[in-house]
Each structure stands twice: as structure tokens, then as C-alpha cells.
């Protein structure tokens, strides 16, 4: 089944407005934290690749995956590995586990990674604030009963993705 084919719609969701797009695009702007107006089960599959990290917070990382369940019979996400050795946003070797205000000293005077050097403390402040890398537990304790696939590099796990499919119980 491609794009053009009847019946397959793929929808955008973006936290701004994003500009019209042809058919079997839309775009919808909104929150994948809280997902009103949509109705459960109304998608077919939940796509999501390194978005759940950006959500600042355990507590909006569980809203995030709630509504994931919620909405869509399927679901494949995709996030960066906690533990892997190279932070993947700032591109640099334990970034993630360095304390916060040595995150923010690096991120206020050094480009790094497709971060970009921060203007002032608040922006760099809020760019460490809004990564939070999951480990493995944390991902199946988001997405209880879904598969777990472990994006290799070498023996290093780099990322991983909980999803679910039409020939697993759920």
C-alpha cells in the first residue's frame, strides 16, 4: 500500500500551526501530551522518531505515551538510548550525564551538536530542561506489553523502540 492509496490518510502533528499540505497529508496542530478532540483508537498507527525526550519532564513523557495508547491501535517509538555514550543532540561523549549546571555552562559557550550555542543562561537553561533520555525500563514502563527493538552500533545500543503489532496481543 502506498500514499496514493485510497483510504490512506497520514495526519502531522506539530505544536505550531504547520502550513497545507496534498493529500494524504494533513497537518493538525496540538499537544502529544493531551490529545483532546481526538477519539480513541481513531489512528490506525502512532508514529513517533526522538520526540518523547523533548517533553522536559517524567510526568509529560507518561501523558505522552498515555495518549499514544489511547489514540492509536498501533504504535512505534523511537528514542534515543540513555545510556549510549554519545549524547545525541549535543553530539558529545556523557553529555547526559554531566550535573545540569555543567550542561548549561557547555550550552551557553559551545556549539555542539545540532544544539547550537545558546544566547543567554534562560535558553540554554530551558534546552537541557527539555531533553530527558529514557533508559530501557523506563520505555517498557511507558509502553507496558509493547515489543522493544534495540537499534544497534556495534554492541552499543544507540536507541530503542517500543512498538506494537497486528499480530501481537496487546
Known amino acids: 500500500m ?3 492509496e485510497p483510504g490512506v490518510s497520514i495526519t ?18 496540538g499537544d502529544a501530551t493531551h ?4 477519539t480513541d483508537k481513531s489512528y490506525d498507527i502512532v508514529f513517533s522518531n526522538s520526540v518523547i525526550e523533548h517533553l522536559f519532564t ?7 505515551a498515555a495518549e499514544v495508547l489511547r489514540v492509536g491501535r498501533y504504535h512505534y517509538i523511537q528514542t534515543p538510548n540513555y545510556w549510549f555514550p554519545v549524547e545525541p543532540h549535543w553530539v ?13 555552562w557547555l550550552t551557553q559557550r559551545f556549539t555542539l551538536g545540532h544544539i547550537g550555542r545558546a544566547k543567554d ?10 531533553i530527558r533520555l529514557l533508559t530501557k525500563k523506563e520505555l517498557q514502563e511507558l509502553f507496558p ?14 536507541s530503542y523502540t517500543a512498538y506494537t503489532a ?5
Open 2 to 4: 502506498g500514499f496514493d
Open 12 to 29: 502531522l502533528l506539530n505544536l505550531e500551526a504547520a502550513p497545507p499540505t496534498q493529500p494524504p497529508f494533513t497537518t493538525l496542530r
Open 35 to 38: 490529545l483532546d478532540g481526538i
Open 58 to 64: 517524567w510526568e509529560n513523557q507518561q501523558k505522552m
Open 92 to 104: 558529545f561523549p556523557f553529555f547526559q550525564y554531566f550535573p545540569k549546571p555543567v550542561r548549561r
Open 121 to 130: 543562561a534562560a535558553a540554554a537553561r530551558k534546552q537541557v530542561e527539555e
Open 145 to 158: 506489553g509493547s515489543a522493544l527493538y534495540a537499534e544497534k552500533i556495534g554492541f552499543l545500543t544507540k
Open 166 to 170: 497486528e499480530n501481537q496481543s496487546r
